[in-house]
């Protein structure tokens, strides 16, 4: 992994917020609230290092953001990998739990943490507090999401794998990814909140949709062993070797290609970025906490057992 990962390293670097080791304690006492996994699970969601890339990702927040973004991102992983294999009906109905609570509704007590920790985040950001537009946004992020788990069942999660065409992979990869969320969240760390004329805009689309597109093709050129292990069909280098019917090597160089040429048109497009007017430092800004949403999540993948 140690050669892939230099290989995949960004011109831009990542930074790491100086309390990343209370945020990963705080981390820990998250994992240990949801009591319906076994002790062997919560061992390995710990090994994970969810706080560091916390981190990572939010590396000039204060504190009391950097709880709720951890609980949340923590959250993201945890339900990816659990709620993910869940009947289609559960799966459904979590869904729309999930969404209750982003419109507001409490958790109650004795409910899953699955939930009563996904309603922690919502009170600890202060949602309620948000601008309408943007909340309108962030929900629709989580349903773009939860619609991706959805149509990820047909292939994923049995015994027999079966694979979708190149051209079905990106657009249904690209909601799976749960990029969209935390890509919302940068406006709530930057403290700016992107006006309609600039969230419209075609360059600041283009760059939400290059943080989405790279950090999960560079999850999934780093990850190929544990989701074939794991029964995941949703990756480039396993669509790609399923497509062309190659070795698993000239896949790999495939997928190799495919992401440099989408490095270069991001990198195309950073250095024709537009002026913006009255609001260029904010977006400035902005767009700076979006390189580290990309280099943050790979420099994660050093030395991490969950990839192993």
């Known amino acids: 992994m140690q050669s892939l990962l230099a290989e995949l390293q960004y011109p831009f670097p990542s930074r790491i917020h100086p ?39 939010f590396p000039d927040s204060p504190l009391r953001q950097l709880i709720p973004l951890a609980r949340l991102l923590t959250w993201t992983f945890i339900f990816d990998d659990v709620g993910a294999r869940w009947p289609l009906p559960q799966l459904k109905g979590a869904h729309d739990r999930l969404t209750a609570i982003l419109r507001g509704s409490p958790s109650y007590p004795g409910e899953d943490a699955m939930f009563q920790q996904f309603a922690m985040v919502y009170e600890e950001l202060a949602c309620h507090l948000l601008p309408q537009a943007w909340m ?15 149509l990820e069942k047909q292939y994923s999660y049995k015994h027999d794998l079966t694979y979708p065409s190149l051209a079905a992979y990106l657009d249904l990869r690209e909601k799976l990814g749960a990029a969209y969320p935390f890509i ?4 709530v760390t930057s403290g700016f909140m992107l006006p309609p ?23 999934d050129l780093l990850s190929f062993e544990k989701e074939q292990r794991s029964l995941e069909a949703m990756n480039l280098v396993a669509v790609i070797r399923h497509e062309h019917n190659c070795l698993l090597q000239e896949a790999y160089n495939i997928a190799l290609r495919m992401r440099d040429e989408q490095v270069e048109a991001y990198l195309h497009l950073c250095a024709h970025w537009p002026n913006f007017g ?23 993948y050093r030395d991490n057992p969950r990839y192993q």
């Not at 309108?136 to 788990?149: K, L, N």
């Not at 919302?184 to 406006?187: C, F, G, M, N, Q």
């Not at 430092?281 to 990309?294: G, K, N, Q, T």
């Open 278 to 300: 009255e609001h260029r430092e904010a977006v400035a800004a902005y767009a700076l906490r979006l390189d580290w949403l990309i280099s943050g999540h790979l420099e994660w």
């Open 197 to 219: 004329e600039v969230f419209g805009h075609p360059a600041i689309q283009q760059r939400r949709f290059f943080v989405s597109r790279l950090t999960t093709w560079d999850n």
């Open 19 to 57: 309390d990343h080791a209370l945020i990963e304690k705080e981390v820990h006492a998250f994992i240990d609230s949801y009591t319906s996994l076994s002790p062997e699970a919560r061992q390995q969601f710990k090994a994970a290092g969810f706080g560091r890339l916390t981190v990572l990702w």
């Open 184 to 187: 919302d969240l940068v406006e």
């Open 136 to 150: 309108t946004r962030y929900i629709a992020s989580w349903q773009y999401f939860f619609e991706g788990q959805l």
